[in-house]
């Protein structure tokens, strides 16, 4: 049973549209994380969050943008969707704490792709 | 900087095979998380193991078994007896520590499991 819930899984859009991915936990974690996923399967943390109110921009470059309005939201935007952006978005989150030790534990992922 | 490789892109073996799926890692903390997460076809990383830098010894989690050794920066994975629900991509992943806890993962390792 999933504790991170991402929609939509699937998603073609034409170019130019506006769209967002969602993504949700239930565990109350305060720490979330948005990763890009490569056809060449490498992941790449393109967003962070430490708690409600807190976005960082992650170490690859995204066009995208973030809010954390609540604990358990953290939606993923592009204002204006290109193919360069065609890829597999995954959402995670983890506890608090500053030792690195946490878990991350992923949602299923949101596949997009942009003609 | 912090670094994962994993040099091994794809590997294919038959059922019943034994495969060890090799990480090195580069970091210039003392204190440091390692983690490998397993990617089924359906798309989510599932967590499967997390040992700290001061704790050297192997693990052995039923066909799953891990050796770390800090002098030559590995944290390798082998599976015993391989099992076509083994097929998945397997990431070996750092953890930077700190109030982050950003992952940097390795590119991967694609194993498929030949029935």
């Known amino acids: 049973e999933a504790d991170i819930y991402q929609t939509p899984r699937y998603l073609v859009i034409g170019t130019g549209k506006k769209i967002t991915l969602e993504c949700s936990q239930t565990?109350?974690?305060?720490?979330m994380y948005w990763y890009q996923q490569d056809p060449g399967m490498e992941l790449h943390l393109i967003h962070y969050s430490y708690g409600v109110n807190s976005t960082e921009k992650g170490d690859l470059s995204s066009e995208s943008t973030v809010s954390r309005i609540r604990t358990e939201h953290f939606p993923l935007t592009l204002e204006s969707a290109r193919p360069s952006h065609t890829s597999q978005y995954l959402c995670?989150?983890?506890?608090?704490?500053?030792?690195?030790?946490?878990?991350?534990?992923f949602g299923a992922g949101s596949r997009l792709t942009v003609l | 900087a912090q670094k994962v490789t994993q040099a091994q892109t794809e590997i294919s073996v038959v059922e019943k095979e034994d495969v060890t799926l090799d990480c090195v890692y580069e970091t210039r903390d003392t204190t440091y998380y390692l983690f490998w997460y397993k990617q089924p076809p359906s798309g989510e990383l599932v967590f499967l193991i997390r040992?700290?830098?001061?704790?050297?010894q192997n693990e052995i989690s039923g066909r799953y078994s891990w050796n770390f050794q800090k002098s030559t920066s590995s944290f390798n994975f082998t599976i015993t007896a391989s099992q076509v629900v083994d097929s998945a991509v397997y990431f070996c992943?750092?953890?930077?520590?700190?109030?982050?806890?950003?992952?940097?993962f390795g590119t991967g390792t694609l194993l498929a499991v030949q029935p």
């Open positions: 040992r700290n830098s001061f704790d050297e």
């Open positions: 992943a750092l953890s930077e520590g700190g109030a982050t806890n950003k992952l940097i």
């Open positions: 565990m109350g974690h305060d720490k």
């Open positions: 995670a989150s983890s506890e608090g704490g500053s030792s690195g030790a946490n878990v991350l534990t």
